[in-house]
């Protein structure tokens, strides 16, 4: 699989304005982010890359300012390796868990210690979103619980839930190139009881959860609330992430109607996930 870089460059700069391009550029397809001068780099499947969609994006962008673009194939395999060398470096969430690439060597004692090999698959850890779902099952006890990873990415998230004691999991993503990165990571972590489905919330079965993490973007998230619910639990908890604090009351709001209880909230630089129960 080929991929187009795509430069974009803010003028004025912002970190707002960067967040808000990403999410953006993520309902269009769009992958891997990496902070650039005064701008970003974004990366996203050839096949998928469309003029079109950019401008688009830029033509209605929310915020003040100029928003300029180029953009260049690139091979793959080549960049792979050099992000993971040079962009994905270890992270440690809440002094009991890091998260690192198998190409690193990294000393220091940690209650988990996860491989992620991301070849472009969100969800490393290291945006606000995934870290604060991580936070999320560091705090909860999931002893023998059963998990649903929706938008599963590098499946991050099952293979630390799995780590914390949950038991079954289920990781499940509508991208192939995500799909299969995250049974690389399962397997690279030796995780015996994380299954895999390539797919939305249509692959979602008669398999009843006590869990489910869902780090989606709003949109799509708007869309999955009915389907999470119909296979969570009763007593069973929900937590959503992949949108901002200003999303809450539309993402709660779905929540509600289908029947969740809203409990609460973390926020990061303005992203938030959001927890409600059955």
Avoid at 226 to 237: D, F, I, M, R, S
């Amino acid at each position: 699989m080929k991929y187009t870089q795509t430069v974009f460059v803010f003028q004025p700069f912002s970190e707002t304005a960067t967040d808000v391009l990403s999410a953006l550029l993520a309902d269009v397809g769009f992958e891997s982010f990496v902070d650039a001068e005064n701008g970003l780099e974004a990366y996203i499947p050839t096949a998928f890359f469309s003029e079109k969609n950019i401008d688009e994006i830029i033509a209605h962008f929310p915020l003040d300012g100029k928003i300029s673009y180029s953009f260049n194939e690139i091979a793959d395999k080549n960049w792979n390796e050099k992000w993971e060398k040079n962009y994905f470096q270890p992270i440690v969430i809440g002094d009991k868990c890091i998260i690192q690439s198998s190409l690193h060597r990294v000393e220091g004692e940690y209650e988990h210690r996860i491989f992620i090999d991301p070849k472009m698959a969100f969800g490393t850890g290291h945006h606000q979103t995934t870290g604060l779902i991580l936070r999320d099952i560091l705090a909860m006890d999931l002893k023998n619980k059963s998990v649903l990873d929706m938008g599963a990415g590098t499946a991050v998230l099952a293979i630390l839930a799995s780590m914390r004691g949950a038991d079954p999991l289920l990781a499940v993503d509508i991208d192939e190139w995500a799909y299969n990165n995250a049974r690389e990571n399962i397997q690279l972590n030796r995780i015996p009881n994380i299954r895999t489905l390539l797919g939305g919330a249509e692959v979602l079965g008669n398999e009843f959860f006590d869990v489910i993490f869902a780090n989606i973007s709003r949109n799509i998230l708007l869309c999955g609330i009915p389907a999470y619910e119909k296979v969570l639990n009763v007593g069973g908890t929900l937590i959503t992430s992949g949108f901002y604090k200003e999303d809450i009351p539309a993402v709660r709001e779905k929540c509600e109607q289908c029947g969740l209880t809203y409990i609460g909230f973390r926020e990061q630089d303005n992203w938030v996930s959001l927890t409600c129960r059955k």
